[in-house]
């Protein structure tokens, strides 16, 4: 089992910045592809970037040169970096661990609880 504990969200004017971070305890954090998703009002989940153990990369188009992950793998924890926000990227943004990616689709095996950030105009 993994635990992750986000932190981190809040409000922010457009154009503003934002870090989210993930604790993750339990099994061990270095193995996994950790990643970060949303879910806006009345819409799906969706996958928004992840980092594998060799802290490669992948971002949704919707936020790429805007957002960033990265991880410290002393303090199990992973950071996402929400650069020139825009009210659509008000979401629920939940941290998950395990991603991955099933044909065009991606989830987790494990999740936060997810954090509210919202972005007003």
């Known amino acids: 089992q993994v635990q992750l504990v986000e932190s981190g969200g809040g409000l922010v004017q457009a154009g503003g910045s934002m870090r989210l971070s993930c604790e993750a305890s339990g099994r061990t954090f270095s193995r996994y592809t950790m990643g970060w998703f949303r879910q806006a009002p009345g819409k799906e989940r969706e996958f928004v970037v992840a980092i594998n153990w060799r802290s490669g990369t992948t971002i949704a188009e919707s936020v790429k040169g805007r957002f960033t992950i990265s991880r410290d793998f002393a303090k199990r924890t992973v950071y996402l970096e929400l650069n020139s926000l825009k009210p659509e990227d008000t979401a629920v943004y939940y941290c998950?661990?395990?991603?991955?990616?099933?044909?065009?689709?991606?989830?987790?095996?494990?999740w936060g609880q997810g954090i509210q950030v919202t972005v007003s105009s």
């Open positions: 998950a661990a395990d991603v991955r990616q099933i044909g065009s689709s991606w989830s987790g095996n494990y």
